[in-house]
């Protein structure tokens, strides 16, 4: 797999956050796209979306310049009880219906084959960034050290950008980098 | 948006055995049967895929005639991966194997095609390999590869005691055992790359978060940028010769220990 510069780099900053050295994400994500195209001739790629404190974190290996696809398998991750609930894989090929015995045979290894779902996920979201969310997750936990510095403590940190969203109508990373651009205009956030 | 027809291994394996059925009776048929309806049983819910690999590599022992061992090889990279055995035996032969980079599995997998000896101990494919596996009593080998439509992910590797152990019945056997089987591997290893990656991404962002608090702590404290934040963070991790996750979790755990001992506030500013 030829990963592009700006997933590579954002993937070894998540490396660098990990306790644990001898894991290396980037090396994981492209071991499992390589799997994946070697099971199946016409495969493009995948995504994976993770939820963290109510941020979906998608980490995508489509080339955004590459053939389209033709169809697309969901393969909610549930079952296992150390995945957090929400956690999801979509599996993208070009050849529409390339991916049908693999949504039959993974129904069945885990035994849940009625909720995996085909070309639910056409034609895929194609982002700007390498990893969408990563930069939204970021404002709102300096956010939050923000207002522990303020005195609150991370629940109340919490409560009080979730209240100041419902009451802008806007949303919590909206608020976080507007508390995060007033500690010093122009600032960049981290990871961008 | 589809749901899924039901065809899966089961269907495909239940093929085979269909297929048996029809044919003449042979030495090992009903044990293939038994083997790829077992085979199609298996649920990577509740097996890892080391143990999924290994009770493959059983059934494949039970399927073919003759067969006292037998192990499983993934290819990663050009290279041995994982390796799981269904005898201790069998471990002892494929280090031999993948030490000397010689043997039957390596052939299998270059040639993508089935390699069948029995006498090891002379075998002159394998002049490392084949005497060390013949003073370990094992004198028969069918190595299989596992093939997928583009190339070859694996391998599995028959062993046998007695010489002369598998004839072309036995190898007609095992070619049928690894079609589902590596169907059923291949599928298993999609599910366990991909769990990996998803606990991996998970545990790295909600690291990941602590860092962004004390990025934000010291942003606060400091008038840095994020930026000046995270390096003063490294920094400080180099320095300390501390992982950067650990240092962030002591920043922001002083950080709300002040602040559960104050009762002083601002606002998010919104």
Redesign the interface.
């Known amino acids: 797999m030829d990963m592009s510069a700006g997933l590579a780099s954002d993937l070894t900053?998540?490396?660098?956050?990990?306790?644990y050295?001898e894991?290396d994400?980037a090396g994981?994500?492209r071991?499992?796209h390589?799997?994946?195209t070697?099971?199946i001739?016409s495969a493009l790629g995948l995504s994976?979306t993770?939820q963290?404190?109510g941020v979906a974190?998608c980490?995508s290996t489509l080339d955004r310049g590459g053939p389209s696809a033709g169809t697309s398998l969901e393969?909610p991750?549930s079952?296992?009880s150390?995945?957090?609930p929400e956690?999801r894989?979509v599996l993208y090929a070009a050849t529409p219906g390339a991916l049908?015995?693999?949504?039959?045979?993974?129904?069945?290894?885990?035994?849940y084959?009625?909720v995996?779902?085909?070309?639910?996920h056409l034609p895929p979201r194609r982002a700007d960034e390498a990893i969408t969310g990563?930069h939204e997750?970021?404002?709102?936990?300096?956010?939050?050290?923000?207002?522990?510095?303020?005195?609150?403590?991370?629940e109340a940190a919490r409560e009080?950008?979730d209240q100041?969203?419902i009451?802008?109508e806007t949303t919590v990373d909206v608020?976080a980098e507007?508390?995060?651009r007033?500690?010093?205009p122009a600032?960049?956030?981290?990871g961008r | 948006m589809k749901q899924t027809p039901p065809t899966g291994p089961l269907q495909r394996a239940d093929a085979v055995v269909d297929d048996l059925s029809q044919a003449p009776p042979s030495v090992g048929a009903d044990d293939l049967q038994a083997s790829l309806s077992a085979l199609a049983r298996l649920s990577t819910g509740k097996l890892g895929l080391e143990e999924l690999l290994v009770q493959v590599a059983t059934f494949a022992v039970q399927a073919i005639p003759h067969a006292d061992g037998a192990g499983l090889t993934m290819i990663e990279h050009d290279r041995a991966d994982t390796i799981v055995a269904s005898a201790p035996f069998v471990r002892e032969i494929d280090a031999i194997q993948y030490g000397i980079g010689e043997g039957p599995c390596i052939s299998a997998v270059a040639e993508r095609s089935t390699v069948r000896s029995g006498s090891l101990g002379g075998e002159p494919r394998w002049p490392r390999f084949g005497p060390r596996a013949g003073r370990l009593g094992v004198h028969s080998v069918l190595s299989l590869p596992l093939l997928t439509p583009d190339g070859v992910f694996g391998a599995m590797n028959v062993y046998a005691f007695d010489k002369d152990a598998f004839d072309r019945n036995a190898a007609h056997i095992g070619e049928m055992f690894s079609i589902p089987a590596a169907i059923a591997v291949q599928n298993a290893q999609v599910l366990a790359q991909t769990r990996r990656v998803a606990t991996t991404l998970q545990a790295a962002l909600s690291a990941r978060a602590v860092i962004d608090q004390a990025v934000g702590i010291l942003m606060s404290r400091a008038g840095y940028s994020a930026d000046e934040a995270f390096d003063r963070l490294r920094h400080m991790s180099q320095t300390q010769n501390t992982k950067l996750a650990v240092v962030a979790r002591s920043i922001v755990d002083e950080a709300v220990r002040r602040a559960r001992s104050r009762h002083t506030g601002g606002s998010a500013g919104a």
């Open positions: 900053r998540l490396t660098e956050a990990l306790a050295p894991t994400v994981l994500v071991s499992l390589d799997t994946l070697t099971a001739s994976i993770v963290v404190g974190v980490v393969v991750l079952l296992w150390d995945i957090a956690t894989v049908v015995d693999l949504a039959a045979d993974l129904g069945w290894l885990l035994g084959e009625d995996l779902t085909l070309d639910a990563l997750l970021s404002v709102i936990h300096q956010a939050f050290g923000v207002l522990i510095t303020r005195g609150r403590s991370p009080e950008l100041a969203a009451a802008s608020i507007r508390l995060i007033g500690l010093r600032n960049p956030p981290l």
